[in-house]
């Protein structure tokens, strides 16, 4: 499914390099470990509307606070 959903975004730029990596972990430990070897890490939000909108995630939070990248949190 990752690699349907990328496929044509690999197409549309092909110089943008992506590891595909799936791991059963805490979503926030995984990306962490993982972010040590990234330049960028981009995650999603699920912006659940009104006030809880406006608030990130665990997942972003911890990601925001412990990745050794820049970090981009990308809302609907």
């Known amino acids: 499914?990752?690699?349907?959903?990328?496929?044509?975004?690999q197409e549309k730029?092909?110089?943008v390099s992506v590891d595909?990596?799936?791991?059963?972990?805490?979503?926030?430990h995984s990306l962490i470990e993982q972010?040590?070897?990234?330049?960028?890490?981009?995650?999603?939000?699920r912006g659940r509307g009104g006030l809880a909108g406006l608030?990130?995630?665990?997942?972003?939070?911890?990601l925001l606070q412990h990745?050794?990248?820049p970090v981009v949190v990308v809302r609907p």
């Open 55 to 62: 608030l990130l995630g665990s997942t972003s939070q911890a």
């Open 20 to 28: 595909r990596i799936v791991a059963q972990d805490r979503p926030a």
């Open 13 to 15: 730029y092909p110089e």
């Open 1 to 9: 499914m990752l690699g349907e959903r990328l496929a044509r975004w």
């Open 67 to 69: 990745a050794p990248c």
């Open 35 to 45: 972010a040590r070897d990234a330049q960028l890490v981009v995650v999603g939000s």
